[in-house]
């Protein structure tokens, strides 16, 4: 039997995302600015938990009505058989998004929300679940538009991107599911060479070699994770172990593929080495000390993909306004036949470079506005017309 769910992502990775939602089973996939409403059987769900990249969790709708108030919706939520998709002695935490909605406040329908679930159980359990603000056994996901609400049941848990070795340091570190969607943006290939030249901890090199690799990022660093679709009274051990099994045996024995990485320092280069290794993979990846402007390209075509530095690891601006510049000569002179991509907050660097971006994508890092910038490296003068959003 199908079932409606919805995949949250980072904003503007629904494209991507519904692309690998369908390569999974997933059908109906329609893309938002949040994430990606399909279709499916537990089948679907399950892999989709194990096996997407992008998402940051998957949500089972449990109902959709119209509404006009906050009572409107804790008459609907009251009548919903919650007794029958989870037990009391789970904790529960309820959030809540909106966009236009007439209630008076997000955090009363909150309450009224989790009022409505814990009433239901005490009237068919005699008891009610507690409210976890931290690490909830269950999460409930309201959704409100103008007139129409819908609730959800998240099947995820901790969010997806959490996992494998984690190792998250900076102001704004790049999940891995951000970085996955970077990677699908950049149209890679596993058979085509991958560079970053400015890897830091190794997060793209890492999802690029699982990629490659095809193991499943619910079982990166060869340790299953746990989901929330295990604490819900639904859950199908039997489908549940038969998807286990037949993510491991598409994962392909660890051996040296055309991943390359590269940083300047010394220390962050050991932190990526470290990173690969907890993940297993190191000897998936090659890995070298080095300055990008003086690298040359590791095979005659590729795709580079990047985070680079900006005003806070590399100290002043001055330093930001030699590097571009930099790295526009050293991919003219030496990565001819490569595609670029650099993914950045700083939208100086597409002038500064002075190479001619083929498409700008706007994307986010949590709530920083970013930019995607593609590079096509021709021979010449490497102008590629205007560049073009999304």
Known sequence: MSEPFFAQCPRGLAGVLATELAALGAVDCVGGEAGVAFAGDWAVAYRANLESRIATRILWRVAEFDYRDEHDIYDATFLLPWSAWFLPERTLKVEISAHRAPVQSLD????????????????????????????????????????????????????LFKRGRRDETGVAPLKKNLAAGIIALSGWRPDDAFLDPMCGSGTFLVEAAEIALG?????????????ALERLLTFDARLWSDTLAAARARAAPVRALALFGSDLYGDVLKQARENLAANGILDAVQLKQANVVEISAPAPSGVWVTNPPYGERLGDAEALARLYP?????????????????????????????????KRTPLYNGKIECRLFEYKIVAGTNRAGPPTDG
């Open 108 to 159: 009363f329908t909150t309450l009224k929300v989790k009022d409505a679930i814990c009433d239901k159980f005490r009237e068919v359990c005699g008891k009610r679940p507690s409210i976890a603000r931290r690490e909830p056994d269950i999460r409930v996901h309201a959704h409100l538009e103008a007139t129409r609400a819908a609730l959800y049941l998240d099947l995820s848990g901790e969010a």
């Open 215 to 227: 193991i499943a990022p619910g079982l990166s660093g060869g340790a299953q994770r746990p989901f």
């Open 326 to 358: 930099a790295l526009g000569d050293v991919l003219k002179k030496k990565f001819t036949g490569w595609r670029a991509y650099f993914f950045t907050s700083d939208f100086t660097l597409a002038k500064a470079i002075r190479l001619s971006a083929s």
